[in-house]
């Protein structure tokens, strides 16, 4: 009887090893034998399963990617009330700080979309389905009369997205340039001048906006 294979469980053992190299010392000089030590395997056992250390990183980016999109998707599904949704999405969407293994991930990876197609095309399917997600969640509260929108919901979503983005560079940096709840009051602040509503000052959510 033949034995099964386990080029699955190796590719999957390579893919967190990856993971786990990038977020420690970041993509800078990084080497497929830094990869292999990690695993625990030679470089040429790294080569078998992925032809390039490229190949590699793009599948610890497509992983990270669906993680974090999955999550927001999933957290956005439970929760009925679109104000509180809004509120869970800018929440969700904001790392921690520099010990947030997946947005930290999805920024360093995020750096090979400057010339890489296959990694540009990656995190525009990213930025696209949170800018989906964004509006969805707009569109629910205008449409029940809770939002008063003061442009489409694609273009706020668009901007929420930017604006998350460029506030979770700054918390992840070596030096961040501003703290985790100030960067949620600064979206909480946009949010609410685009759907009229005071998110802060919705019942049962004071939790992550206090101080800055």
């Not at 034998?33 to 250390?53: C, I, N, Q």
């Not at 509260?141 to 604006?163: C, E, H, K, P, Y």
């Amino acid at each position: 009887m033949a034995r099964p294979s386990r080029a699955r469980e190796k590719r999957a053992d390579l893919v967190a090893a990856a993971r786990d190299v990038v977020f420690q010392r970041g993509v800078v000089d990084l080497r497929l034998r830094d990869v292999a030590e990690r695993a625990g395997m030679s470089t040429g056992s790294v080569l078998y399963y992925f032809p390039a250390l490229a190949d590699l990183l793009r599948e610890v980016q497509r992983d990270a990617v669906e993680r974090f999109c999955v999550d927001r998707e999933e957290a956005a599904r439970r929760e009925p009330d679109p104000r509180r949704r809004l509120l869970g999405m800018i929440r969700a969407g904001l790392p921690t700080g520099r010990d947030d293994e997946l947005c930290v991930l999805l920024y360093e990876l995020g750096a090979y979309a400057r010339r890489d197609p296959a990694y540009a095309a990656e995190h525009i399917r990213l930025c696209e389905r949170q800018v989906a997600l964004y509006a969805s969640v707009l569109e629910a509260g205008a449409a029940t009369g809770v939002f008063t929108l003061t442009r489409d919901a694609t273009t706020l979503a668009r901007t929420f997205v930017m604006l998350e983005d460029g506030m979770g560079l700054h918390l992840t940096q070596a030096v961040p340039t501003l703290d985790r709840r100030q960067a949620e009051r600064l979206l909480l602040a946009a949010a609410s001048d685009a759907t009229g509503v005071d998110l802060e000052a919705v019942p049962g959510t004071t939790e992550g906006v206090t101080g800055g």
